[in-house]
């Protein structure tokens, strides 16, 4: 991603900038769904734009993120003239991770951005995103979960840790990368739950040459499912914990 002009919003801004398109894209890598949300007059579609959700509300990267998708027959260039127009100079930041053209503002506590490709049923889509990053920055209050309490080998670098909240169950999802072999990391993640009392559930290869697996654990009501799969030279590891209320069972 380029840099975003420190003239522009400062180096703070610039900062939350970086880490909410990074978790943006993630959310995106791990296909997150949610339930509907209403349209925000603060933060309002492109023109000319169908506008659904991906999800209302989450927690990822430490922040309250919500994100919504939209579809517009506007241009690249007439959605940020619309951005640049509705915050105003000096109000906003712009950056480039091809093929998504990004523009990003602070709006009291709150950041909100915009970031826009190319494509869908209509000339050009992509996502709105609304996080409490700035107000938790200011107050100091920012953590940034990095795994924290989740089984993984040595020399794991965790990408993601992202935690869902609904009715009766929490989801948690984290995205990991690290140099053993996939089939190491199946191993490890089926002999840790073993030994922690879990019932493996399912443990197939998703692959050839052991490049691919897939496991799924259950201990009660509570369930984990980890897919680990070989990419560019690394393992990444996606596992998505379940646990469930009272009020599911």
């Given at each position: 991603m380029t840099a975003v002009p420190s003239i522009v919003m400062g180096d703070t801004v610039s900062k939350m900038l970086k880490i909410s398109v990074t978790s943006i894209f993630v959310l995106l890598i791990l296909l997150l769904i949610g339930s509907h949300t209403h349209a925000n007059e603060e933060f309002p579609a492109p023109p000319r734009s169908a506008v659904g959700s991906v999800t209302?509300?989450?927690?990822t990267f430490g922040m309250e993120l919500s994100i919504r998708k939209f579809e517009s027959f506007s241009s690249i260039e007439e959605i940020m003239e619309f951005y640049q127009d509705l915050w105003g100079d000096g109000a906003y930041a712009e950056s480039n991770l091809s093929p998504w053209k990004m523009i990003s503002s602070r709006q009291d506590d709150q950041l909100l951005n915009m970031q826009v490709q190319y494509g869908g049923s209509r000339d050009t889509w992509?996502?709105?995103?609304?996080?409490?990053?700035?107000?938790?920055?200011?107050?100091g209050k920012y953590q940034f979960r990095k795994g924290d309490g989740f089984p993984k080998m040595a020399g794991s670098e965790v990408i993601n840790d992202q935690?869902?909240?609904?009715?009766?169950?929490?989801?948690?999802?984290?995205?990991?990368?690290?140099?053993?072999?996939?089939?190491?990391?199946?191993?490890?993640?089926?002999?840790?739950?073993?030994?922690?009392?879990?019932?493996?559930?399912?443990?197939?290869?998703?692959?050839?040459?052991?490049?691919?697996?897939?496991?799924?654990?259950?201990?009660?009501?509570?369930?984990?499912?980890?897919?680990?799969?070989?990419?560019?030279?690394?393992?990444?590891?996606?596992?998505?914990?379940?646990?469930?209320?009272?009020?599911?069972?």
């Open positions: 209302s509300s989450t927690t992509g996502y709105l995103s609304i996080s409490d990053l700035p107000g938790k920055l200011d107050s935690l869902n909240q609904d009715l009766g169950k929490t989801g948690r999802t984290i995205l990991l990368y690290n140099d053993f072999s996939p089939s190491s990391n199946a191993a490890f993640y089926k002999n840790h739950y073993k030994n922690k009392g879990w019932e493996t559930v399912m443990n197939e290869a998703t692959a050839t040459r052991d490049d691919g697996y897939a496991l799924h654990f259950r201990h009660g009501s509570d369930t984990v499912t980890v897919t680990v799969n070989e990419f560019n030279g690394k393992t990444s590891v996606v596992a998505n914990k379940i646990t469930r209320g009272l009020l599911s069972r």
